[in-house]
């Protein structure tokens, strides 16, 4: 399935249900912070060992939670995720070029 399938998935999903009443923006933002704590709560207060022990599908799940926020977001904006990354990674590429951002951790003004 492409990105398009599971965007007009997705959205049919929450379409079938009505559920696009309760989507206002902040709801959608504040949505996608909680999911994103809760994929950060899974490595909250773990070793290093521990967190290779996580439990995959759960990574997985609040990942799938937060892209489907994601494309919530940007159906509200009328944003083309997948262009918006491809552009998005345009700019990096001409912030970040490889010759000085390889193996470095600098921001780009400090490159």
Same mark, same amino acid.
Not at 70 to 75: G, P, V
Not at 89 to 108: G, H, I, Q, T, W
């Given at each position: 399935?492409?990105?398009?399938? /599971? *965007?007009?998935?997705? #959205?049919n999903?929450?379409?079938?249900?009505?559920?696009? &009443?309760?989507?206002?923006?902040? =709801?959608?933002?504040?949505?996608?912070? /909680? *999911?994103?704590?809760? #994929?950060?709560?899974?490595?909250?207060?773990?070793?290093? &060992?521990?967190?290779?022990?996580? =439990?995959?599908e759960?990574?997985?799940?609040?990942?799938?939670?937060?892209?489907?926020?994601?494309?919530?977001?940007?159906?509200?904006?009328?944003?083309?995720?997948? =262009?918006?990354?491809?552009?998005?990674?345009?700019?990096?590429?001409?912030?970040?070029?490889?010759?000085?951002?390889?193996?470095?951790?600098?921001?780009y003004?400090?490159?």
């Amino acid at each position: 399935m492409d990105f398009k399938e /599971i *965007e007009e998935k997705t #959205l049919n999903f929450r379409d079938e249900r009505n559920w696009k &009443q309760f989507h206002q923006i902040k =709801d959608l933002l504040l949505g996608l912070n /909680i *999911e994103v704590g809760e #994929l950060q709560e899974l490595h909250l207060w773990k070793t290093e &060992q521990q967190q290779t022990e996580i =439990d995959r599908e759960k990574v997985k799940d609040e990942v799938a939670d937060i892209a489907i926020f994601l494309i919530y977001i940007s159906k509200h904006y009328n944003i083309d995720l997948t =262009d918006a990354i491809a552009a998005k990674l345009e700019k990096n590429a001409a912030k970040y070029p490889v010759e000085k951002s390889r193996n470095s951790n600098k921001k780009y003004n400090e490159l």
